[in-house]
T-cell receptor, first 119, second 114 residues
Framework: DTGVSQDPRHKITKRGQNVTFRCDPISEHNRLYWYRQTLGQGPEFLTYFQNEAQLEKSRLLSDRFSAERPKGSFSTLEIQRTEQGDSAMYLC?????????????????FGAGSRLTVL | RKEVEQDPGPFNVPEGATVAFNCTYSNSASQSFFWYRQDCRKEPKLLMSVYSSGNEDGRFTAQLNRASQYISLLIRDSKLSDSATYLCVVIGANSGGSNYKLTFGKGTLLTVNP
């Protein structure tokens, strides 16, 4: 499978617990994104990596959220002390691009998502 | 004004109908534009890019009006399989105008009925 893989696909947890999601992007893609989507809404940007560098982090991402991409390959998104409002689909996407190149560089391929339910 | 705003929908149309979706964006410096399609409980997938000159892919036509900061998607001869949520996507929608951040609209749900 050469697509974007996310794990786990579903996670049910109790309020206050920590959860971690993993994303394996398409191997040659240097850009990796995390988005969050709730019912009836479009995906909301959370954070962006170019290779291993986290270049932007949305203000939606409180201190309880942290994302890493240690070797510029897979990425993890951790949520500490989960709250019911964190319940959502967490989508990872990747693309191939370089600074200054826009046309064709930002076609995102999404993973199937990790659905989080906080009880 | 929201960075990317779409028709709220939902749209319910019979097979064979022509349907149009509209989208506006707030940052005049926005750089690139796309339409993505999202099936129920699935991930978004690229439907088509939107170019200034307008572009067509089979039954689908996308247009961009930079002066009005407006994007449209037209579906002709709609099929049952076109039922999905259509997401308008803009790069550089925020005031910083980054060339990597894709901002999604809320999406418009289309249901094509037999």
């Amino acid at each position: 499978d050469t697509g974007v893989s996310q794990d786990p696909r579903h996670k049910i947890t109790k309020r206050g617990q920590n959860v971690t999601f993993r994303c394996d992007p398409i191997s040659e893609h240097n850009r990796l994104y995390w988005y969050r989507q709730t019912l009836g809404q479009g995906p909301e940007f959370l954070t962006y990596f170019q290779n291993e560098a986290q270049l932007e982090k949305s203000r939606l991402l409180s201190d309880r959220f942290s994302a890493e991409r240690p070797k510029g390959s897979f990425s993890t998104l951790e949520i500490q002390r989960t709250e019911q409002g964190d319940s959502a689909m967490y989508l990872c996407a990747s693309s191939l691009g370089s600074p200054g190149v826009v046309a064709g560089a930002n076609v995102l391929t999404f993973g199937a998502g990790s659905r989080l339910t906080v009880l | 004004r929201k960075e990317v705003e779409q028709d709220p929908g939902p749209f319910n149309v019979p097979e064979g109908a022509t349907v149009a979706f509209n989208c506006t964006y707030s940052n005049s410096a926005s750089q690139s534009f796309f339409w993505y399609r999202q099936d129920c409980r699935k991930e978004p997938k690229l439907l088509m890019s939107v170019y200034s000159s307008g572009n067509e892919d089979g039954r689908f036509t996308a247009q961009l009006n930079r002066a009005s900061q407006y994007i449209s998607l037209l579906i002709r001869d709609s099929k049952l399989s076109d039922s999905a949520t259509y997401l308008c996507v803009v790069i550089g929608a925020n005031s910083g105008g980054s060339n990597y951040k894709l901002t999604f609209g809320k999406g418009t749900l289309l249901t094509v009925n037999p």
